[in-house]
């Protein structure tokens, strides 16, 4: 495959991409101990000179017990405090459970084949949520390349993918939930002994854990459609969120999904960069890495963040487009 060319406004140096893991059991055998924590394997493209930014977190592989016995997380069912035909329309969800290049891909298909949206309905977004801002909800959340006090990690964030759901009706905003729901818990294996995993555990640490962020929170309605969606049984936990630049007490844990409050813990939009990305060691065609891309910055749904962006080959292309 041919190489990326690319340089960064800043005078960082970067490792090439390492190919895409997979963690594997093989048939009919159980794990006798914990798997060993996976590598971050994207972080190296960015180069050691960038991992000073990060704040090292401990791995937690913890299964349901372990969870509900912690003292820093509490497991509640939810309850519902209003209508979900009222609470739908037009509501913002976001999903995070690894590397958000891949998932954006396979919401924008959920968008496109399932709920028939065209491309200028698309609403799709990769960015960060499950922390905080230096400056509230209109603060910079950027990449491993943003300022020090910028980076999404340090400021207790994850990666996810934001989408919206249709405001024309209640009932076809509840379709759209429940087809967002069903890709996202898609997107687990198991592993036996120990539950679901997410499919590129390569990629560790509380800045890949696997969380949805909707409006109220584990008492928002929509977490009945969210509930009945979950088919594999993963616990849902709600949570704070990670607070900047202290260790994290919402981790990266096998069978459970983290569930936020977004109107307390946000959607920041990440960079154009990495909006309609290739993803991790795999190309998608270019109608949806270049055009699909133009379409939604023509249209201002991706734009510039205000953080530093990877100049790859073709960002005069889009650079052009938003002036």
Request: glycine share 10%; proline share 6%.
């Amino acid at each position: 495959r041919e190489s990326v060319e690319m340089s960064v406004v800043s005078s960082l140096s970067f490792a090439p991409v390492r190919p895409r893991a997979r963690f594997q059991v093989r048939a009919g055998s159980i794990p006798s101990e914990a798997p060993p924590p996976a590598k971050a394997s994207r972080r190296v493209l960015f180069g050691a000179a960038l991992s000073t930014l990060l704040i090292s977190p401990e791995i937690v592989r913890a299964d349901e017990a372990s969870i509900s016995s912690s003292s820093s997380v509490r497991a509640v069912a939810a309850q519902p405090l209003g209508d979900l035909a009222a609470a739908a329309p037009g509501a913002e969800v976001y999903f995070g459970n690894g590397c958000f290049w891949g998932r954006q891909h396979e919401f924008v298909q959920t968008e496109r084949t399932q709920l028939g949206r065209s491309d200028d309905e698309v609403s799709s977004l990769v960015g960060y949520a499950g922390g905080f801002s230096t400056k509230g909800k209109d603060g910079k959340v950027c990449y491993y390349y943003g300022a020090p006090d910028t980076v999404y990690e340090r400021l207790g964030h994850g990666e996810v993918v934001r989408t919206v759901l249709s405001d024309t009706s209640p009932t076809k905003a509840t379709e759209d939930l429940r087809a967002f729901a069903k890709t996202y818990f898609a997107n687990f294996k198991k592993i036996r002994g120990f539950g679901m995993q997410r499919l590129d555990p390569q990629d560790a640490g509380a800045g890949y854990r696997n969380m949805i962020g909707v409006p109220g929170g584990m008492n928002s309605p929509l977490m009945k459609v969210i509930e009945e969606e979950n088919v594999n049984g993963m616990k849902l936990v709600s949570g704070e969120g990670n607070k900047p630049n202290a260790k994290p007490t919402e981790e990266d844990v096998f069978n459970a999904v983290w569930i936020y409050d977004s109107n307390e813990l946000p959607f920041y939009p990440a960079e154009m960069y990495h909006q309609f990305h290739d993803g991790l060691g795999y190309r998608f065609p270019e109608e949806y890495t270049v055009e699909l891309k133009k379409n939604a910055m023509r249209r201002g749904l991706v734009g510039n963040t205000g953080c530093p962006e990877m100049r790859e080959k073709r960002f005069a292309e889009f650079e052009s487009i938003t002036g």
